[in-house]
């Protein structure tokens, strides 16, 4: 009779070190989800943060192509605000003079006129 009580004490005996085993499994497995969830944080915020950095640089890239127009227009305004400026654009395309000038311009051939046929022999002109 001492060999069924010793199978029964060797029972209990595996199952303390199941249940030993299963808190290390949960733990394992506990860890191994808190890695998995660094590791998936920091890889989001690593592409997060590649993606503001590219819209970082095209801002950069458009501030200063906004800054070299602006710098062109404020050019073109000083051009357009000069004296000599305005007075050729009111010389050509208005055609102003100052007073005292003459204007002189190119004779320039028609081309609605025919040209001309000189008259047959023996025609008498007529006044």
Same mark, same amino acid.
């Given at each position: +009779?001492?060999? /069924? %009580? %010793?199978?029964? @004490?060797? *029972? ?6 199941? @249940?030993?085993?299963? #808190?290390?499994?949960?733990?394992? !497995? ?10 998936? %944080? ?5 592409? %997060?943060?590649? *993606?503001?950095? *590219?819209?970082? =640089? ?23 605000? @000069? ?5 050729? +654009? ?24 025919? #040209?001309? !046929? /000189? #008259? #047959?022999?023996?025609? =008498?002109?007529?006044?």
């Amino acid at each position: +009779m001492e060999q /069924p %009580s %010793s199978a029964l @004490s060797a *029972k209990p005996r595996a199952r303390r070190k199941r @249940s030993r085993r299963q #808190p290390l499994r949960v733990g394992r !497995v506990l860890l191994l989800f808190i890695v998995l969830y660094l590791f998936y %944080s920091f890889l989001h915020l690593g592409i %997060s943060l590649y *993606k503001v950095e *590219k819209e970082l =640089e095209f801002y950069r890239q458009q501030k200063a192509a906004l800054l070299e127009e602006q710098a062109r227009l404020k050019e073109e305004i000083q051009k357009l605000n @000069s004296d000599t400026y305005i007075e050729r +654009m009111a010389r050509e395309e208005l055609g102003l003079i100052r007073p005292g000038e003459k204007i002189i311009l190119p004779a320039k051939p028609a081309t609605d006129i025919p #040209p001309y !046929v /000189p #008259p #047959p022999p023996g025609h =008498e002109f007529r006044d």
